[in-house]
């Protein structure tokens, strides 16, 4: 089981590699994913990239595999950015194209102003670059005092989805992985997105951008991912129809198409 070593825990890590031996493989692909979601959630883009690049996911801090921290542990934005460059460098990805959806957009968009030289492209899907801009909070916060993660998670489904988003198979899955997330962690994860507001720094976000945005995310309005396309220098914009915040596991082909058709272009 592949472990990516921090000063505080361990975090697991998959690599898919299937670039076949005789052609030289670009960049890497690092995947982070959000808050109620899994590494295993990006299998559906795998298809349509792993020809071309190696690709890596893992389970942020707080989830599955990696470390599960106490109640009191010190949650920051700039300790998840360290864990995802510990992963990159357990990965061996001196530089790599980095995917973040949700809270992992916001990472994403912060691991870009810290270490840029590392980054290849950036891609942000349902994400935010203002935590104070994501609705529902107060309710995340009851549901999981009345009613706990079981609660939480049934709610949460309705925002991620419609009725007819996904299979019964790929909806029970998803719902199956999201009730596992300890309470604790969610809501320190939450601290820290709601703290956030990158707003005076994108304009030093060089890097290529691809963003990928629900129309319908009960959290994230259009307006607020509009606003994150204009303030970084050179990025793109794709609004997807009929979808909610669980588009990049509800839309992974189309995704998936985009993101190569981007990489492709910027290559």
């Known amino acids: 089981m592949p472990l990516a070593t921090t000063r505080q825990g361990s975090l697991h890590y998959e690599i898919v590699d299937s670039v076949a031996p005789w052609r030289a493989p670009r960049e890497a692909i690092l995947f982070h994913h959000g808050i109620g979601a899994s590494a295993a959630i990006w299998a559906g883009w795998f298809p349509a990239l792993t020809d071309a690049h190696r690709l890596v996911s893992f389970d942020m801090r707080g989830y ?118 300890p309470q604790e962690s969610i809501l320190n994860a939450l601290r820290v997105l709601i703290g956030t507001d990158l707003s005076p720094r994108l304009k030093d976000i060089a890097h290529p951008a691809l963003l990928l945005h629900p129309d319908g995310s009960p959290f994230i309005p259009v307006p607020v991912m509009a606003e994150l396309h204009r303030l970084l220098p050179d990025a793109e914009l794709n609004v997807i129809g009929h979808s909610r915040h669980g588009l990049p596991y509800s839309h992974a082909t189309l995704c998936a198409s985009l993101l190569r058709a981007f990489l492709d272009r910027r290559r």
């Open 64 to 181: 599955g595999r990696s470390h599960i921290p106490a109640a009191d542990f010190a949650w920051s934005l700039d300790l998840m950015v360290d864990d995802l460059f510990a992963v990159a460098d357990a990965a061996g990805l001196p530089r790599f194209h980095l995917v973040g959806e949700s809270i992992g957009g916001t990472v994403a968009l912060a691991a870009a102003l810290a270490q840029p030289q590392r980054i290849a492209t950036l891609t942000v899907s349902n994400g935010a670059h203002l935590g104070a801009s994501i609705q529902r909070v107060k309710a995340w916060r009851r549901q999981l005092d009345e009613g706990g993660v079981k609660a939480w998670s049934d709610a949460f489904m309705r925002d991620r989805f419609h009725d007819d988003a996904l299979s019964a198979e790929q909806r029970a899955w998803f719902a199956a992985q999201q009730e596992k997330w």
